[in-house]
């Protein structure tokens, strides 16, 4: 069940007070931004548009590898970020033996971003993870998703698209099936929250992504939405900073709550001391936790 609008203003007030009062300095996006990584072993389209694309990296030797595909942030805004906000965390994970498919995708400004464009790129770039497999060594039986920010939300959504219907607009036929998926401080369902995660972004980028209001494109929330689909039949890992200022942390509890009434493998990470950047940076001293999630759901039979 949704916390109640009233419920959620006074939740929004208080967290806001208490981050205010009680933050460390934190790391800013460009902070994030300027984090130094390497040249991705290949950049392979899986779409016609010039933003469907991932940028490939392997371990040394045969495997197969694990994989990990990474969903950067930003908004949803293409002038706010870009997939090399998490090239530092595919080095880190390289480093350690496991592949990743970083992802780039079209956001708000560019043609055919939003609904259903944005949603419809994730899921054909991790299903693309099926023409890259032979030729790299990817084990297709070890995938995870990790997605930070408006990433984290879209990450939560590709554990939702096999639960679609067939006639959404939104369903691609066999859905990759993944090991599970880890949320870095992103929005879970699209109808909580709007106010207060517009006011950080700077735009109406949630009404913006979905076409509407939730009262003017109600079905168009439901698809995207996590908490309407449980079980989503995968493990669902949920990391927020301890000074998350975009998603109130009672947010990310209720749903990880719902899901495990559900049946779900679901749990909650709070990152002492870390805000809404640390966490997707390997450079931080949140990276241990984060670290330890990914391969917690590699490791999982």
Known sequence: ????????????????????????????????QATPSKPADARIAYGSD???FGELRVPAGLGPHPVVVLVHGG???AAYATLSDLAPMADALKAE????????????????????????????GIDHL?????????????????????????????????????TSLLAL???LALRGVINLAGPVDMRDNIQNYEAECGDPVVTQMLGGAPSQTPDNYAQVSASDHLPLGA??????????PYLPRPLAQAHVERAKAAGDDARLVVVEGAGHFEIASPKTAAWPAVRREIQRLLRAN
Not at 102 to 112: A, D, K, M, S
Not at 235 to 244: A, D, F, R, S
Request: glycine share 12%; net charge positive; charged share 15%.
């Open 130 to 166: 099926r023409a890259l497999a032979p030729k790299h060594g990817l084990d297709l039986k070890r995938v995870v998703v990790v997605g930070h920010s408006a990433g984290g939300h879209l990450a939560m959504w590709s554990a939702v698209r096999r639960r679609l219907q067939s």
């Open 97 to 124: 033996g496991v592949a990743t498919w970083n992802l780039e995708y079209r956001r708000l400004g560019q043609p055919g971003a939003g609904w259903p464009g944005t949603y419809r790129d994730v899921g054909q």
């Open 173 to 175: 036929p066999d859905p």
């Open 235 to 244: 493990p669902q890992v949920l990391i927020w900073g301890e000074h998350e």
């Open 50 to 52: 010039p933003s469907q």
């Open 1 to 32: 069940m949704r916390l109640p609008v009233i419920g959620l203003a006074l939740i929004l007030a208080l967290v806001s007070s208490q981050h205010a009062a009680s933050a460390p300095p934190l790391m800013g996006p460009h902070e994030l």
């Open 75 to 77: 908004c949803f805004k």
